[in-house]
């Protein structure tokens, strides 16, 4: 049974910070990430992290997010700074995620999602 339950959520000022947790059970020794939904849009990969902590991030949040685990305690986590506007999103905790030839990240384990939102 997997299991994973995102806390972290919140309405911030842009510009603001906020760090997303995800507590996981099952799959947890695998690749985890994020990915985020915005009104109208697709879900897109935000982050990912291997278990020996190598990371990936999307062009369009990398060198803001920080993508975190402590597998002891089976959660990730995603620290956001300098939020946007753009942040605005849901954002989804997954959990043994994989990566298409084309560099497309996907799942098949989702969290219920934590809403971000991002006033300017």
């Known amino acids: 049974q997997v299991q994973l339950v995102e806390s972290g959520g919140g309405l911030v000022q842009a510009g603001g910070s906020l760090r997303l947790s995800c507590a996981a059970s099952g799959r947890t020794n695998s690749i985890m990430g994020w990915f985020r939904q915005a009104p109208g849009k697709e879900r897109e990969f935000v982050a990912a992290i291997t278990w020996g902590a190598a990371t990936y991030y999307a062009a369009a949040v990398k060198g803001r997010f920080t993508i975190s685990r402590d597998n002891a305690k089976n959660t990730v986590f995603l620290q956001i700074n300098s939020l946007k506007p753009e942040d605005t999103a849901v954002y989804y905790c997954?959990?043994?995620?994989?990566?298409?030839?084309?560099?497309?990240?996907?799942?098949?384990?989702w969290g219920q999602g934590t809403q971000v939102t991002v006033s300017s």
């Open positions: 997954a959990t043994d995620l994989s990566r298409t030839n084309d560099g497309r990240w996907s799942s098949a384990w």
